[in-house]
Each structure stands twice: as structure tokens, then as C-alpha cells.
């Protein structure tokens, strides 16, 4: 059984850094692609961030990059997203992702969710 559980969300205002956690529990999680996903208010879901099983490929939607930061401790079955220079934009909630596959580029099939963790950023 395989579960992912987010942390870290919450209120911000514009520019402000948030990091994201998501714990997840179960085999192969050192073999597996992760990413993190997010949903804003009347839109669908969107890729932000991938990151490959051994953490040496990332992937990032455009509007993110050069502001978030994907990251993984195999050791501790954690992916992490470093979220810098926050905008409203940036305002919805993240889900974490685990991959079929080794690799986590958006077009992977993703199996297992957790259940979301809120960002809110106010200007």
C-alpha cells in the first residue's frame, strides 16, 4: 500500500518562500519518478515539478521555472518543493504524485495521490 501525505502549505503573500514536504510510504519509492501537481480555483489539474527516481532529471512547467525546486531524500522517502518569489498565480492546492515509471516529466502515468496541502498567496 502506497500512501503520500503534503505538508507544508499555507498562507503567503507575494514573494514569500514556502517549501512543500510529502512523506510517502511503501515500496519502491527510491525507483519511482515523483512530481508535485496543483489545482487552482476553476481551472484543472496542472503539472508544476517532476523529478526523476534518482533525483539527476527535473521538469518544470514555464511558468515555475527558475522559482521552484524539486527535490528528493531517497533515505527518508521524501520529495520536497522549494517555492520562491510566490505570486497570486502560484495560489492553489498541491498534490504530490508518484510515477509508474522511473521518470516524472508530466506525461508519466501517475498512480498514486496524496490528498493536497492549500497555498494561498495574497498580494
Known amino acids: 500500500q502506497v500512501h503520500l501525505v503534503e505538508s507544508g502549505g499555507g498562507l503567503a503573500v507575494v514573494g514569500d518562500s514556502l517549501r512543500l514536504s510529502c512523506a510517502v510510504s511503501g515500496r519502491d519509492f527510491s525507483t519511482s519518478g515523483m512530481a508535485w501537481w496543483r489545482r487552482a480555483p476553476g481551472k484543472e489539474r496542472e503539472f508544476v515539478a517532476g523529478?526523476?527516481?534518482?533525483?539527476?532529471?527535473?521538469y518544470y512547467t514555464d511558468s515555475v521555472k527558475g522559482r521552484f525546486a524539486i527535490s528528493r531524500n531517497n533515505a527518508k522517502n521524501t520529495v520536497y518543493l522549494q517555492m520562491n518569489s510566490l505570486k497570486p498565480e502560484d495560489t492553489a492546492v498541491y498534490y504530490c504524485?508518484?510515477?509508474?515509471?522511473?521518470?516524472?516529466?508530466?506525461?508519466?502515468?501517475?498512480?498514486?495521490w496524496g490528498q493536497g496541502t492549500q497555498v494561498t498567496v495574497s498580494s
Open positions: 504524485a508518484r510515477s509508474r515509471s522511473r521518470y516524472s516529466d508530466g506525461k508519466s502515468e501517475y498512480l498514486w
Open positions: 523529478i526523476s527516481y534518482i533525483g539527476d532529471m527535473t
